[in-house]
């Protein structure tokens, strides 16, 4: 209940499946609160913000580039960059949202887009102190330059790790495993 309560209030969706996958692994995690959490293959998904909630540091990591995360997410939990350009100031990111072309009639899109804009800039942060914090790092999961050796409790990929080919996917198990402490955990879920 707790996630899909999260999911709703930061607009997202996500199938049965998921939160079967979600659930399962947040068992496996055991104790959240002041641990440092990897999100493998984090993209905007439910898991890190949901770990933030929890009292985690988490490491949000996905070759994805996320630096003009919407302003629902960065009013509502601690988000930074891991580094300057992994996460734009909030205005240049409201700029680059509205530079977007939109597909489909401008008519119906543009009403929805400046909507959805307003809901983001006067929805109401919550009034209670976040207990962790989201690190934002746009970076293939296979260089993980920026972290150090043995620095991470425990590393989370929820149907991330199959979007890899097999000798990238040695890779990726290879720097995960790097930056894990020793006998932290790796949870996974392959869907494909």
């Known amino acids: 209940n707790e996630l899909r309560?999260?999911?709703?209030?930061?607009?997202?969706?996500?199938?049965?499946?998921?939160l079967?996958?979600?659930?399962?692994?947040?068992?496996n995690l055991g104790k959240i609160q002041n641990r440092k959490i990897m999100d493998a293959g984090a993209e905007v998904g439910i898991l890190q913000w949901y770990l933030a909630q929890s009292g985690a540091e988490v490491y949000s990591v996905d070759r994805m580039s996320r630096a003009n995360l919407p302003l629902r997410f960065r009013k509502?939990?601690?988000?930074?960059?891991?580094r300057p350009e992994d996460l734009n100031s909030a205005t240049a990111a409201l700029v680059e949202h509205l530079r977007r072309p939109l597909a489909g009639s401008i008519y119906l899109r543009w009403p929805r887009r400046m909507l959805a804009i307003l809901r983001d800039l006067f929805?109401?942060?919550?009034?209670?102190d976040m207990p962790g914090r989201v690190l934002i790092y746009n970076q293939d999961l296979s260089k993980l330059v920026d972290l150090p050796d043995n620095s991470i409790?425990?590393?989370?990929?929820i149907s991330s790790l199959e979007h890899n080919t097999?000798?990238?996917?040695?890779?990726?198990?290879t720097e995960i495993m790097r930056v894990l402490k020793p006998g932290g955990v790796l949870i996974a879920t392959l869907t494909a």
């Not at 309560?5 to 998921?18: D, I, M, P, R, S």
């Not at 079967?20 to 068992?27: E, K, P």
């Not at 409790?153 to 990929?157: F, G, L, S, T, Y």
């Open 5 to 18: 309560q999260t999911a709703q209030a930061l607009g997202l969706e996500f199938g049965w499946h998921y």
């Open 20 to 27: 079967l996958d979600l659930s399962w692994a947040i068992q």
């Open 76 to 82: 509502r939990f601690n988000a930074s960059g891991l």
């Open 123 to 128: 929805s109401q942060a919550p009034t209670q």
């Open 153 to 157: 409790d425990a590393a989370v990929a």
């Open 166 to 173: 097999k000798e990238g996917l040695e890779q990726v198990v």
